[in-house]
T-cell receptor, first 115, second 112 residues
Framework: GENVEQHPSTLSVQEGDSAVIKCTYSDSASNYFPWYKQELGKGPQLIIDIRSNVGEKKDQRIAVTLNKTAKHFSLHITETQPEDSAVYFCAASTQGKTSYDKVIFGPGTSLSVIP | DSGVTQTPKHLITATGQRVTLRCSPRSGDLSVYWYQQSLDQGLQFLIQYYNGEERAKGNILERFSAQQFPDLHSELNLSSLELGDSALYFC???????????FGPGTRLTVT
């Protein structure tokens, strides 16, 4: 069945360094790729997303890249800050291809930013 | 704050019991999604309702059911609870039957 892999499962970086989280998906019909940040005790929060007709999208310190051929997409966080520490989930969805959005989440990456 | 509310925040119950979790979507959103999050299974999609009707089903057990009411709030009913049902249950909403999903704070269910 459809699957989303995510690496690494844990990531520690020094404050100010960059963090990169990578995901791969199996369903070639996937065309929408959101990223969620989940802080302890809270629900996942949508932080950025990208659609299959775009290769890169940036929002301040966060950027996402998509390689449809390789079925890879990545989250890049620059100038990390302690408040970036959280679990990050990637997801792949088939928006518009079926009568509903089938969203498959990756297993998550626990990011720790060390002050 | 996503605008999605869930109650209760915590729930402790015994095996074999039945519980109801409640979700109110963001104002104006027509779709409600239910997810289960456990340590070993990650975020698993359970079911989606759109404007009162079931739209999609994921890995939802037969012991679980949901509905969406005319005011668009939704309830997830879990029955014959087992220890393995202990998890965080999230509700998310979106404006239409597809699109960006916004998550609530979750209900932590503990089955003893």
């Amino acid at each position: 069945g459809e699957n989303v892999e995510q690496h690494p499962s844990t990531l520690s970086v020094q404050e100010g360094d960059s963090a990169v989280i990578k995901c791969t998906y199996s369903d070639s019909a996937s065309n929408y790729f959101p990223w969620y940040k989940q802080e302890l005790g809270k629900g996942p929060q949508l932080i950025i997303d990208i659609r299959s007709n775009v290769g890169e999208k940036k929002d301040q310190r966060i950027a996402v890249t998509l390689n449809k051929t390789a079925k890879h997409f990545s989250l890049h966080i620059t100038e990390t800050q302690p408040e970036d520490s959280a679990v990050y989930f990637c997801a792949a969805s088939t928006q518009g291809k079926t009568s509903y959005d089938k969203v498959i989440f990756g297993p998550g990456t626990s990011l720790s930013v060390i002050p | 704050d996503s605008g999605v509310t869930q109650t209760p925040k915590h729930l402790i119950t015994a095996t074999g019991q039945r519980v109801t979790l409640r979700c109110s979507p963001r104002s104006g959103d027509l779709s409600v999604y239910w997810y289960q999050q456990s340590l070993d299974q990650g975020l698993q999609f359970l079911i989606q309702y759109y404007n009162g009707e079931e739209r999609a089903k994921g890995n939802i057990l037969e012991r679980f059911s949901a509905q969406q009411f005319p005011d668009l709030h939704s309830e997830l009913n879990l029955s014959s609870l087992e220890l393995g049902d202990s998890a965080l249950y999230f509700c998310a909403s979106s404006a239409r039957d597809r699109g960006e999903q916004y998550f609530g704070p979750g209900t932590r269910l503990t089955v003893t």
